[in-house]
């Protein structure tokens, strides 16, 4: 008889402690799900894409910077009018060209602003919205199992 009760005994705690570990198991996975929707998914889905674009843009408008900086020390080595006003015909040229590729960079910078400002909008939107939708627990949590 002693047996018997204790065999109950332990049938109920064995009960009560895979429930337990069962439960702290859902809330690990819950922690998980949480951790990749904050942190792991908006990176690799919203926010890498983003970076690679800012990078691009980066690298375009610093390698113009070192073509306009080579184009400048070409323009200032190379340009050698002849005559009296030679200084002002140098300076002149070289004014003019400085003009020009400052419009034609100006119009390209302003060109990639509008490019990138509306899809930009829309980003963080999009991100706002996702970060709205995300709620923790990730599923459902019920303690024990057999309580509805």
């Known amino acids: 008889m002693p047996q018997l009760i204790g065999a109950i005994l332990i049938i109920i705690i064995a009960v009560w402690v895979v429930a337990a570990v069962v439960w702290i198991v859902q809330w690990i996975a ?55 006003l030679e200084n002002v015909l140098r300076y002149y040229i070289i004014s003019m060209l400085t003009l020009f590729l400052a419009i034609i960079y100006l119009s390209l910078f302003i060109l990639s602003l509008w490019l990138s400002y509306e899809p930009g909008q829309q980003f963080v939107d999009h991100v706002i919205e996702y970060y709205e939708s995300i709620i923790f627990p990730a599923f459902k949590i019920q303690f024990p199992f057999w309580k509805n």
């Open 30 to 84: 819950a922690g998980a799900v949480w951790f990749w929707q904050v942190f792991l998914m908006p990176f690799f889905v919203y926010f890498t894409p983003a970076v690679l674009m800012l990078i691009v843009t980066v690298a375009i408008f610093w390698g113009s910077m070192i073509a306009v900086k080579n184009y400048f020390a070409s323009l200032t080595n190379n340009v050698n009018p002849a005559g009296s």
